[in-house]
């Protein structure tokens, strides 16, 4: 059974900073692996998807990489803004047993971020 | 272009009743997944409809079933409710590419809270 687990579970930091949220996932044979973000209360919002065969992928001040072999993927934030204060949540998905196109996703818990002003 | 909506966005029911939620997929998308979210949680796969039919089902009891319309809208029921079943469903939708993954789009959620 996949597991996801997402460190730290929260995070504060000052306005400005560079930093790194950590996923790891216990079965390596995954589709693609998704990083969305959470406003409270709110639906998830898709930040940058990883097909398997990918190592990383870049939107704007957010840098994702992946690392099938070790289970470990990694979500970078540079010079952090308030306006970035939400849950990260890290999915995975992997192939159905029928073998034709990505099951549900299989989520951590995510990263409380606070971003200090 | 609209993204994908559910309704309605809150509900309060109680013990023992039955609750149908619904959602309408992205424009193009053929694919619909329902999550359940407690609080404090990651969302957990319910199940995913394709074509009219359950593609994929997660770890949930069959007081949990859904359905998809021909025009891929979807709806999502729950009979005998528990006060567990307090959370908020998120409906997500994707357009099913064979041989790669495709992003999933959520939408806002509906909060169901059962007394």
């Known amino acids: 059974k996949q597991e996801v687990t997402q460190i730290p579970a929260a995070l504060s930091v000052p306005e400005g900073e560079n930093l790194v949220l950590n996923c790891s996932f216990t079965?390596?044979?995954?589709?693609?692996l998704q990083w969305f973000r959470q406003d409270p209360g709110k639906g998830l919002t898709s930040l940058l998807l990883?097909?398997?065969?990918?190592r990383e992928q870049t939107s704007g001040r957010l840098n994702a990489s992946l690392d099938k072999s070790s289970g470990r993927s990694t979500l970078y934030i540079a010079a952090s803004q308030p306006g970035d204060s939400a849950t990260y949540l890290c999915?995975?998905?992997?192939?159905?047993?029928?073998?034709?196109?990505?099951?549900?996703?299989?989520f951590g818990k995510g990263t409380h971020l606070i971003i200090q002003p | 272009d609209a993204g994908v909506t559910q309704s309605p966005t809150h509900l309060i029911k109680t013990r023992g009743q039955q609750v149908t939620l619904r959602c309408s997929p992205k424009?193009?998308?053929?694919?619909v997944s329902w999550y359940q979210q407690a609080l404090g949680q990651g969302p957990q796969f319910i199940f995913q409809?394709?074509?009219?039919?359950?593609?994929q089902r997660g770890n949930f009891p069959d007081r949990f079933s859904g359905h998809q319309f021909p025009n891929y809208s979807s709806e999502l029921n729950v009979n005998a409710l528990l006060l567990g079943d307090s959370a908020l469903y998120l409906c997500?939708?994707?357009?099913?590419?064979?041989?790669?993954?495709?992003?999933?789009?959520f939408g806002p959620g509906t909060r169901l809270l059962v007394l």
């Open positions: 990883i097909q398997s065969s990918q």
């Open positions: 999915a995975v998905s992997r192939t159905t047993d029928s073998g034709g196109g990505a099951d549900g996703l299989t």
């Open positions: 409809y394709y074509e009219e039919e359950e593609r």
């Open positions: 424009s193009g998308h053929d694919t």
């Open positions: 997500a939708s994707s357009l099913l590419i064979y041989g790669t993954g495709e992003t999933q789009y």
């Open positions: 079965d390596s044979a995954i589709y693609n």
